[in-house]
């Protein structure tokens, strides 16, 4: 994904520019301070999305900019970030597609953003030859995957210990429902994985009160048996 962030402040921008950095798959193609080069880079580069600040340098608006926009067809997604009160309503009406908050919201603008870009890893899914054709870089895609893959579990193993057969449970579990959708399961593979681990340790605690039975030992026992019913309705479908 492509952005373009137009943001008087330098000391903001550069901060946008590291944390997107950090994001897989998201790359900032360009940066502006006022409405000119804001308009012109835009309209040269043709970013995925436009994260777009209200107050410019040389007193321009970026509601201007956002109206300018829309008025020429621009097809991405601009999203408006400010500290001022009460101006999300505007721009929403104005054609923005999010506001977010600067002082307090741009974890959650980063988080919103990463989401986004799982959806290339959905099209990574559908093959190689298929996420060639639409222009995505497969091998990098894979690469970038398995590193995020490989961190994740590292940093739960670390902190929680093994937790066997989770990983294989849930997102199939979330796919057999919601298919092969990355952006629309990451939510429920989370909120599924939490429940299931939270229900998993009130039974071992629970079974031989005043006694607890280790979380991966009861997880084994229910993910095995949970894992052979997947299997098996795989091969009877």
């Not at 926009?69 to 999203?79: A, F, N, V």
């Not at 796919?175 to 429920?188: E, K, Q, S, Y």
């Not at 026992?221 to 009877?236: D, E, K, M, N, P």
């Amino acid at each position: 994904m492509n952005i373009f962030i137009v943001e008087d402040s330098p000391v903001i921008r550069r901060v946008m520019v590291r944390r997107l950095g950090d994001i897989p798959e998201i790359r900032v193609v360009g940066e502006a301070e006022g409405e000119v080069d804001a308009l012109c880079g835009i309209d040269q580069l043709r970013p995925d999305t436009v994260l777009l600040d209200i107050s410019l340098a040389r007193a321009g608006s970026g509601l201007q900019v956002l109206k300018q926009l829309r008025q020429d067809g621009y097809p991405g997604r601009i999203i408006m970030v400010s500290t001022q009160e009460g101006c999300s309503d505007a721009c929403i009406q104005a054609g923005a597609d999010g506001f977010y908050d600067k002082a307090s919201g741009l974890e959650t603008l980063f988080d919103d953003l990463a989401c986004v870009a799982a959806d290339r890893f959905t099209v990574a899914g559908m093959g190689e030859d298929f996420a060639t054709n639409v222009g995505l870089n497969h091998r990098r895609l894979v690469v970038v995957g398995l590193a995020i893959v490989a961190m994740v579990t590292a940093s739960v193993v670390v902190t929680a210990g093994v937790v066997p057969f989770l990983g294989l449970i849930v997102p199939n579990v979330v796919a057999l429902f919601i298919g092969d959708n990355v952006r629309r399961g990451l939510p429920w593979v989370a909120l599924l994985g939490v429940a299931l681990v939270l229900a998993c340790d009130v039974v071992g605690r629970l079974v031989l009160h005043p006694y607890e039975i280790p979380l991966g030992t009861v997880m084994g026992v229910l993910g095995s048996a949970l894992f052979l019913v997947l299997l098996l309705r795989g091969r009877s479908a």
